[in-house]
């Protein structure tokens, strides 16, 4: 298994990353916004996305959105193929591209929404803190990516307050991220206060 910053390459899995996003938004009856064909094309070519593959088959995908000048990074459509899922991959694409965006975007806060525990989950690892729709980019453009979700009736009659999905924030200027570092750092400063 390969995973690696999408190039030009691999434009030719646009539309099964297309198709496998919108179908495992059918499969699983939750909101998930499609994306198009062209619009993951559109990620691939500008070097914002990271690809997995499995020798020349598709396994999975997920891709960056800068908002607000670049003070704020999302990931999205981030999707695993069927024949791929139960095996950790999605933590795996979630980690790179994490890293990537840090390498990309160094200041940004890095947020997601999601109505999935397990990207809820691997995003409390890498140091995501649940947060209120209001500590999330203001951006309009960002929102209007929510119109193709089956919840996007809740979205607006709430005036973008809340939906059905969890609003996730990684903040580089925060000291204490839940995330790996963060944890260590703990054990480390809870050692040297035993020590005294």
Known sequence: MEIQVAKRIHVSYATIISETITSSAQVRGTGI??????????KIESGDAIIALDGEKFAGFCYIEAWGHGKYVAHSGLIVAPKYRGIGLAKKIKTQIFKYSREKYPTAKIFGITTGLPVMKINYDLGYKPVTFSQLTDDPDFWKGCQTCKNYDVLTRTNRTMCLCTGMLYDPQTKNNNGIVGRLQSFKNAFKRDEK
């Open 33 to 42: 916004a499609r994306r198009t064909p062209e619009y993951i094309q559109k």
